[in-house]
């Protein structure tokens, strides 16, 4: 079974800090994803990266950068984290983009 | 513009009742996913189907290509079966996802 692994589930951080969000997946996938899901809003893709050391800005990358060192780790960063940034993040992996992705547990990120 | 539309968005049902949810989308699709959010947070893949109809269990989903048009159905609900369904659809090298239903089974 494939397996994606988010650092943490609960994270509570203050405004200005830089938080650090990391995702694992053990299937050797090219393509991982992170995601934020709000009410009503439904998941949003902020960034993608089809290999190491590439990314694609997704549909809200504002506030927002990636790191991708190797291929199974993929890092979401908020250099300065806001109020408006408190939400559940979501990290996912898949062989390619337009087929099944895998999810991680999601982190539910407060930022006071 | 939302590419995938999902309804009803909140669905509140006595157990053993026949659920339908229903999935529109306005892209061209390689392939169509239900997923499956509980409670704290864990997505699961549920179904993925690019033609007719797939079965797992309790679980029935239909794909209509020409109408752009998918239905998850859930036969003899039951308060396990209460989650939020997500409806995702694969086009290119995007996915796009309904805001999905919350859907809560009373006993």
């Known amino acids: 079974d494939v397996k994606v692994t988010q650092s943490s589930r609960y994270l509570v951080k203050r405004t200005g800090e830089k938080v650090f969000l990391e995702c694992v997946q053990d299937?050797?996938?090219?393509?991982m994803f992170w995601y934020r899901q709000d009410p009503g809003l439904g998941l949003r893709l902020i960034y993608f990266?089809?290999?190491?050391?590439?990314?694609e800005k997704g549909d809200i990358p504002e506030g927002y950068s990636v790191s991708r060192e190797k291929k199974e780790r993929f890092s979401l960063i908020l250099e300065s984290a806001s109020t408006n940034q408190t939400s559940m993040y979501l990290c996912?992996?898949?062989?390619?983009?337009?087929?099944?992705?895998?999810f991680g547990d999601g982190t539910r990120l407060s930022i006071l | 513009k939302n590419e995938v539309e999902q309804s009803p968005q909140n669905l509140t049902a006595q157990e053993g009742e026949f659920i339908t949810i229903n999935c529109s989308y306005s892209?061209?699709?390689?392939?169509l996913h239900w997923l499956q959010q509980h409670p704290g947070g864990g997505i699961v893949s549920l179904f993925m189907?690019?033609?007719g109809k797939k079965k797992h269990g309790r679980l029935i989903a239909t794909i209509n290509i020409q109408e752009k048009h998918s239905s998850l159905h859930i036969t003899a609900s039951h308060p396990r079966d209460s989650a939020v369904y997500i409806c995702?659809?694969?086009?290119?090298?995007?996915?796009?996802f309904g805001t999905g239903t919350s859907l809560t089974v009373i006993p």
């Open positions: 996912a992996s898949s062989f390619s983009p337009d087929i099944t992705q895998h």
């Open positions: 299937m050797d996938h090219e393509n």
């Open positions: 990266s089809y290999d190491v050391k590439m990314k």
């Open positions: 892209v061209g699709i390689s392939a």
């Open positions: 189907l690019s033609s």
């Open positions: 995702a659809v694969g086009a290119g090298n995007q996915f796009y």
